[in-house]
């Protein structure tokens, strides 16, 4: 007998829970990739659990706020829903804002999918004095309505029995006004080969093109009548409609306590967190105590991983020194165990990164900084909501410039596309981390590494504001983002999030950084017979040629200059190139580095590294956002802006006497 399959998709809006109720489902056991079809990536995740001999193939969908079509996120879950047929869709609400989850329900029931409510985070709910009556909820619905905490445990059986006893569409599809109904109704009778859901689309968008001249005759003469009759156009008609309905569920459905005082907690954080004067050094702080906490905590780690990379490399070089030819033992010291321990050692420092930004964004706080930076983006003509691909971009430029494209107008795209690049992704964390560590006490380090993120922003906003003024003239669009309340993260979320760029990092490790050592280590070796990285090998004459450029920067060697080329195609490819060059261990690098470098020198290229091109798959991204000629551009734009400040940094600083 073949086993029981059932397909669940989840779809709801950001920040209600739904990703958190998907990891609850499947564990550990989930698959992530990208939307096919799709020129750009979005995560796709999928997952299996297994109940009562019953597979469930869970799908989360993107979140979103509607199914109207207008953004990539709200395109994919429509076509996933209409196309691929799951057999139960289960929609996570926000039992504490039910008015703004519902816009989504109604769609889904107008779509005619078998539906599942879920209603979560009612503890939040509870605390702000909201009473939910499920049952009446479930009625008005005409679908399930279960009340869980996607945290825990709390209505997960209920839920899965629903799941498992069979959804179907709704009983009770919302009513939208005698009027309107009449339409819908009428129109239902003449096109009988549309549903409900292309019917109320084609009145919003217009008739398809693929519509027979009848049909879409008998649309467009509709849409004509509502709105001459309500005068407003269709798309606000069945806005306005929706949210109606919403009221007169919300009015029947939920009752509030009167003497709550929850509800204000949020607000009252706020008025410190998102204070005019107090928001950004606020911000700066939290900042601070990030990266001072990764250098206290990850050093003992880091010193574990440097030991046993340390004595392997002695290990391997004592047994096979006698038995095998000089180059033979140069690789795989010098080569593999040198090249590639010299990045996996700063595999703790990204862990507890990536784990402490999970903690910011799933507390809420992340949200409250996109409005904190949005009086300082308008001066550059942008807003807040420019501002968030910028923090996704101390994470990975990749996503970072993919998230440009939520911006509403093509200039606002392609100059945050510009100033995102800027933002200190965690590939060049590892070279930070090293040159931090080599060149200043341990008590000014996270102030040190604090610095150069904040000089990050701060750069990408002063090239914000010249390209605003000279070559992408214009003025900022309307800015609306939602404000989540404070939240506890959950320890399974953050930890989840953190092994998955764990993962990422050691998968680049494995696929970019271990061939470009080979790479640089073959050059080392090459013409046979000379000295490894000697000025005569192929590295050394590539080297040697490049330096001189970088000699106002303070560190015209040609290993620098080989390491910064090199981390043109993964910013960690700089550390390994390095260690490769310099033939020794992460455990020696160090004080190798420190015979060849001064605090100067070395901060002036940490700011070199910090601004010129991302790696080239950022590179890519930012052509496949825009053109060719746009990202040439830009790449060229960054490593003449890097230039120019690492030259302000290392002369200033020669002026004043730290050289």
């Known amino acids: 007998m073949s086993e029981k399959r059932v397909v669940v998709a989840l779809a709801g809006n950001p920040n209600c829970g739904k990703t958190t109720l998907f990891n609850n489902l499947t564990g550990m056991r989930q698959h992530v990739g990208n939307w096919p079809g799709k020129t750009v990536a979005i995560e796709r995740k999928d997952g299996k659990a297994t109940y009562d ?3 469930l193939e869970i799908v989360d969908l993107p979140g979103t706020y509607s199914l109207s079509s207008r953004s990539l996120e709200e395109e994919i879950a429509v076509e996933y829903l209409i196309t691929e047929k799951p057999d139960v869709v289960v929609n996570i609400i926000d039992a504490a804002h039910l008015e703004r989850n519902l816009y989504l329900t109604l769609q889904l029931i107008e779509l005619g999918v078998p539906l599942i409510v879920a209603l979560n985070l009612n503890r939040y709910a509870d605390s702000e004095g909201v009473i939910i009556d499920t049952k009446k909820l479930s009625d008005m619905l005409g679908v ?4 869980i905490e996607a945290i825990d445990n709390t209505g997960k059986d209920q839920l899965i029995r629903e799941i498992l006893g069979g959804a179907g569409p709704s009983t009770h599809p919302p009513h939208y006004g005698d009027e309107v109904e ?5 129109l239902t ?7 409900r859901w292309d019917i109320i689309q084609s009145l919003i968008h217009g008739a398809s093109e693929d519509m027979p001249a009848a049909a879409k005759s008998r649309i467009e003469s509709t849409r004509k009548h509502l709105t001459e009759m309500f005068g407003t156009s269709t798309q606000e008609i069945f806005a306005d409609q929706r949210y109606g309905y919403i009221a007169g569920i919300l009015h029947d459905a939920v009752h509030y306590h009167k003497d709550s005082g929850g509800k204000n907690q949020s607000e009252r954080i706020d008025r410190f967190v998102t204070n005019k004067w107090l928001g950004f050094p606020i911000f700066l702080l939290v900042m601070y105590g990030v990266f001072q906490i990764v250098f206290t905590i990850a050093t003992p780690f880091m010193d574990l991983i440097e030991t046993v990379f340390g004595d392997a490399a002695a290990f391997v070089s004592e047994s096979l020194g006698s038995g095998m030819p000089d180059w033979a033992v140069s690789f795989i010291c010098d080569g593999v165990i040198g090249g590639v321990g010299s990045v996996v050692v700063f595999l703790p420092n990204i862990l507890l990164l990536f784990l402490l930004l999970a903690i910011l964004e799933d507390s809420g706080y992340l949200a409250r900084v996109a409005v904190i930076m949005d009086r300082i983006m308008h001066k550059i003509g942008l807003h807040g909501k420019s501002f968030i691909p910028m923090i996704l971009g101390f994470g990975c430029s990749v996503p970072a410039v993919m998230a440009a494209r939520t911006l509403e107008t093509e200039r606002e795209r392609k100059l945050t596309v510009l100033m995102t690049p800027y933002m200190s992704c965690s590939a060049r964390l590892p070279v930070f981390i090293l040159l931090v560590g080599a060149f200043f006490a341990p008590q000014v380090q996270g102030l040190v590494m604090f610095s150069l993120y904040l000089l990050g922003i701060l750069v990408a906003l002063i090239v914000g504001l010249i390209l605003q003024k000279t070559v992408m003239k214009g003025e900022s669009s309307s800015f609306v983002i939602e404000m989540p309340p404070y939240r ?8 989840i999030h953190a092994l998955e760029h764990g993962g990422l990092f050691l998968r680049k490790a494995g696929l970019i950084i271990f061939p470009a050592v080979l790479l640089i280590w073959l050059l080392a070796t090459l013409p046979y017979g000379v000295e490894y990285g000697s000025s005569e090998s192929v590295i050394g004459m590539i080297g040697s040629a490049i330096a001189p450029i970088f000699e106002p920067l303070g560190w015209g060697i040609p290993e620098a200059a ?13 550390v390994a190139s390095f260690g490769t060059l310099f033939g020794v261990g992460e455990e020696m690098l160090g004080g190798t580095l420190a015979s060849v470098f001064t605090p100067l020198s070395a901060y002036s290229l940490m700011v070199f590294v910090l601004l010129y091109m ?4 950022a590179m890519l991204t930012v052509k496949q956002e825009t053109s060719w000629k746009f990202a040439t551009g830009a790449a060229v ?5 890097a230039w120019i400040v690492s030259c302000v940094v290392y002369q200033g600083g020669v002026l004043l006497g730290f050289g």
């Open 53 to 55: 001999g019953t597979t």
């Open 488 to 495: 506890i993260p959950t320890v399974k979320g953050v930890v």
């Open 614 to 617: 991302p790696c080239l798959a």
């Open 182 to 186: 009449k339409h819908l109704a009428e």
């Open 189 to 195: 009778e003449a096109l009988p080969d549309y549903s």
């Open 637 to 641: 734009l960054m490593c003449v802006v």
């Open 144 to 147: 399930p309505v279960v009340r």
């Open 562 to 574: 080989v390491a910064v080329l090199m981390g043109l195609l993964a910013k960690e490819t700089v």
